[in-house]
């Protein structure tokens, strides 16, 4: 192992052991609590692979797998992303599986009456914006409409065969940012359109948190990095990759766990962001609760 900073990389592996120690253990039927690290006990994070989250495994099940060698699977991801969320997500599945079976009037009626019950239908796990004064319900509708309307998903699947060039593809789609664009990118790494890709393990965008958790792992500092500066993601993408290669070392993460993916890396210092700055006593979003899933 060569990284920047040796005992920061440990550490930070130390983390994701004990993190996917408590899915194990939960996984197992084990009484809580799952572990005697106080941060985790308390505060609520991400599975140290994305595909392990409760909402991964649904939209997985009922969607992306369902999908995954037709080209339509991009619409349905990104229309399916932009709301992440399980419940929304099991109303909006009938109209996601072929590209006739879209019907805004009928989507929006559904959806708007889950909101005026008082229900959530957008996630609170990332920002999702709409124009100024307009409500985000039909802002983003509008913004799929305009997904069906301009991209030819097959001619998408032949051209696109990289990870870079699907992310370029869809951030240039109306109401995407650079995060969301991505999240859809990792989900398509798992159909016939990216599986292959030759950047598989050598592309990804390092967001916000992200930045904030390489610059506290390496440096001791999260604000090292500026996620928005061509040459930090530069850094911060050599230095996922040499954190990808040290997770085949089988002192840092057991051989017979599930390797690693470069998406799962990336994802695991947004986490380490959330677990630095909540040892040093700083409230997160949502605590942990043993009864949730």
Same mark, same amino acid.
């Given at each position: 192992?060569?990284? %920047? ?16 120690? $408590? ?11 799952? %572990? #005697? ?8 994070? @991400? ?15 009922? +969607? ?12 349905? %991801?990104?229309?399916?992303?932009? !709301?992440?969320? $399980? ?7 009938? !109209? ?6 879209? &019907? ?10 889950? =909101?005026? *019950? ?6 609170? *796990?990332?920002?999702? &914006? ?16 305009? @997904? ?7 001619? +998408? ?30 989900? #398509? ?20 948190? @992200? ?7 390496? =440096? ?5 990095? &500026? ?13 996922? +990759?040499?954190?990808? /290669? ?18 799962? $890396?990336?994802?695991?210092? @947004? ?8 040892? /040093? ?13």
């Amino acid at each position: 192992m060569n990284a %920047t900073n040796d005992n920061g990389l440990r550490e930070h592996f130390a983390f994701l052991r004990e993190r996917y120690q $408590i899915l194990l253990r939960r996984r197992a039927g084990q009484p809580a609590p799952w %572990t #005697l690290d106080p941060v985790l006990q308390a505060w609520r994070f @991400c599975n140290v692979r994305r595909e392990d989250d409760r909402t991964t495994i649904v939209f997985r099940e009922t +969607v992306r797998e369902p999908l995954r060698d037709d080209p339509h699977v991009l619409l349905a %991801t990104i229309a399916w992303r932009w !709301f992440n969320l $399980i419940e929304t997500g099991e109303i909006l599945r009938p !109209f996601l599986m072929s590209r006739d079976a879209w &019907n805004r009037p009928e989507v929006e009626r559904l959806l708007q009456a889950r =909101h005026d *019950a008082g229900d959530n239908i957008f996630t609170g *796990a990332f920002m999702v &914006n709409s124009p100024q004064n307009e409500p985000k319900l039909p802002a983003i509708l509008n913004a799929i409409d305009w @997904c069906y309307r301009n991209i030819d998903a097959e001619k +998408v699947a032949r051209t696109c065969t990289t990870k870079k060039a699907m992310f370029k593809q869809i951030e240039a789609v109306p109401r995407q940012g650079a995060f969301t664009a991505y999240q859809v990118v990792v989900d #398509l790494t798992h159909t016939a359109l990216l599986e292959r890709a030759p950047d598989f393990n050598s592309f990804t965008v390092a967001g916000p948190g @992200c930045a904030k958790g390489i610059g506290r792992v390496f =440096h001791g500092d999260p604000t090292r990095f &500026n996620y928005g500066s061509r040459r930090d993601q530069a850094e911060m993408l050599r230095l996922m +990759v040499e954190t990808l /290669e040290a997770s085949r070392d089988p002192e840092l993460w057991p051989s017979d766990w599930p390797p690693f993916i470069l998406s799962d $890396i990336e994802n695991s210092f @947004c986490e380490a962001q959330k677990y630095g700055s909540a040892r /040093e006593g700083n409230r997160q979003k949502r605590r942990f609760r043993s009864d949730a899933a």
